[in-house]
Each structure stands twice: as C-alpha cells, then as structure tokens.
T-cell receptor, first 112, second 114 residues
Framework: DGGITQSPKYLFRKEGQNVTLSCEQN?????MYWYRQDPGQGLRLIYYSQIVNDFQKGDIAEGYSVSREKKESFPLTVTSAQKNPTAFYLCASSIVGRDIQYFGAGTRLSVL | GENVEQHPSTLSVQEGDSAVIKCTYSDSASNYFPWYKQELGKGPQLIIDIRSNVGEKKDQRIAVTLNKTAKHFSLHITETQPEDSAVYFC?????????????FGQGTTLQVKP
C-alpha cells in the first residue's frame, strides 16, 4: 500500500526535552511538508522540502528543525525552544509541480 | 500576507439537508483551491478541488464553485448523511512560485443530525 506513515501516534515531551516526529512516504513524492494544527486555527506550515538535502521555513518554523537526507523521510524535531508544543502535527507530500497534497494520520504531541 | 478566511466555524444540519461552507482568499494570483475532510483523530483527505480556469466542479453529492472576481469559493454538500460529519478545510495556493504551498482556512465542523 502506498501512503504516508507518521509515528508515533501519541508523544509526550518533558520540559527542556527535544522530541522527533517521524514521517515516511512510499509514494515517490519529491515534496514533503510539516503542518501544525491547533483547535480553530486550521493548518499552519512549519517546514517544507522539495528535494533531498534542501528545505525551507514555513510560517511558524521557530522552535522546530527538520532534515531531508532521504527522499522517503522528513523527520521533524520539536526543540526545547518551542514553548507551546502541544498540538496535532501533520505530515504531507506531493509531486513537485503538482498542487495536490496527501496527508499522514498525524502525531499528537503533549507536554508532561 | 496571504490569507484564507473560512465560514462558518460550525454548521449543524439535518440528515438530507444541504450544507454550504464558504471561503475567501486574499491573493488574486492563487490558482488552485482544494477542499479536505478530516475525521476525528485522522489526517485530512482531499475530497474535491478546482482550478482557476473553471467556475464549478461536481462529484456526486459534492460540488465546489469559484468566483475569481470576488476571490471567493464554496463547498456544497447535498443530501447530507451522518458520515459527512467531520471538519472541512478549504485551501488556496499562494502566489509564491512553484513551491506547492497551500494556505488553509480555519476549518468548519459539520454535524449531520440523523
């Protein structure tokens, strides 16, 4: 089955801790995206990448970091600098030059 | 900056009635407008989309209309069913080149009462 896999489904972060959210896709898509979803605010773009070893900041990149070492993988690290990390995080992918984005099932991050 | 406004934030209808969700966008150069449905605890799924060279598109009980002059587009669901209950998001592609970026509306929670 082709698709986007996000793990874990639930994640808890302690004060001062960095945590990493996994996103893997087997759709052979070049572009990948990370969004943050808060109640009543829609989806906000954190980072996106159109090619391996390259990525750009979205609208709310502060306190987050990413890497794109493989086409299939685009992990997101929520650093200790992100003071309000509690949210639902969504990963998406698309073919470069095509607008349609396909989403994973999401990771819900909470603070202990 | 680019912005998409979505209304209403919540919508409750009786089964069999129609539901309409409206969005306005700020970037007149936007040319792609998808609608996503998100069920509880899941990721959004594309249900229908429209491009700026088309005024209306239908897929069974779902239709989308686009008014480029007014920078306004709407989702219409007819003969609603309880399984249509979900959060719906509109989005628009901004001016910023071929990045594939989408700007999302705030979402509408649709409840279809049996």
């Amino acid at each position: 089955d082709g698709g986007i896999t996000q793990s874990p489904k639930y994640l808890f972060r302690k004060e001062g801790q960095n945590v990493t959210l996994s996103c893997e896709q087997n759709l052979n898509h070049d572009a990948m995206y990370w969004y943050r979803q808060d109640p009543g605010q829609g989806l906000r773009l954190i980072y996106y990448s159109q090619i391996v070893n390259d990525f750009q900041k979205g609208d709310i990149a502060e306190g987050y970091s990413v890497s794109r070492e493989k086409k299939e993988s685009f992990p997101l690290t929520v650093t200790s600098a992100q003071k309000n990390p509690t949210a639902f995080y969504l990963c998406a992918s698309s073919i470069v030059g095509r607008d349609i984005q396909y989403f994973g099932a999401g990771t819900r991050l909470s603070v202990l | 900056g680019e912005n998409v406004e979505q209304h209403p934030s919540t919508l409750s209808v009786q089964e069999g009635d129609s539901a309409v969700i409206k969005c306005t966008y700020s970037d007149s150069a936007s040319n792609y407008f998808p609608w996503y449905k998100q069920e509880l605890g899941k990721g959004p799924q594309l249900i229908i989309d429209i491009r700026s060279n088309v005024g209306e598109k239908k897929d069974q009980r779902i239709a989308v209309t686009l008014n480029k002059t007014a920078k306004h587009f709407s989702l219409h669901i007819t003969e609603t069913q309880p399984e249509d209950s979900a959060v719906y998001f509109c989005a628009a592609s901004p001016r910023s080149g071929n990045t594939g970026k989408l700007i999302f509306g705030q979402g509408t929670t649709l409840q279809v009462k049996p």
